[in-house]
């Protein structure tokens, strides 16, 4: 069965916090582009400002985009 968007976008954190605690925007980026994330989430990764990202950090940065676009119907939120 395919991942839904909203599972894609919780294993693309899940994957960057695995074996690091703490992950810079491009490490999320890249990892996104490799787990083919749909074009608006790439979109939305991509606006993330410059930083080395905790996994707390980084959720609430995407929570809060999300939630900014009207997404979280969408998409859910990510822990």
């Known amino acids: 069965m395919p ?3 909203r ?8 994957t960057l916090f695995r ?3 703490r992950v810079a925007r491009l ?6 582009e490799a787990l083919d994330l749909p074009e608006e989430l790439r979109g939305l990764i991509d606006l993330l400002p ?4 905790t996994r707390p950090k980084l959720c ?3 929570n809060s985009a999300l939630k900014g ?3 979280t119907g969408k998409y859910g ?3």
């Open 69 to 71: 676009h009207g997404w």
């Open 19 to 21: 074996t690091e605690r």
């Open 50 to 53: 410059p930083s080395a990202y």
């Open 7 to 14: 599972e894609q976008l919780q294993r693309l954190v899940d």
């Open 3 to 5: 991942e839904t968007d």
């Open 27 to 32: 490490d999320v980026i890249i990892r996104a």
């Open 60 to 62: 609430d940065q995407l």
């Open 77 to 79: 939120t990510v822990d």
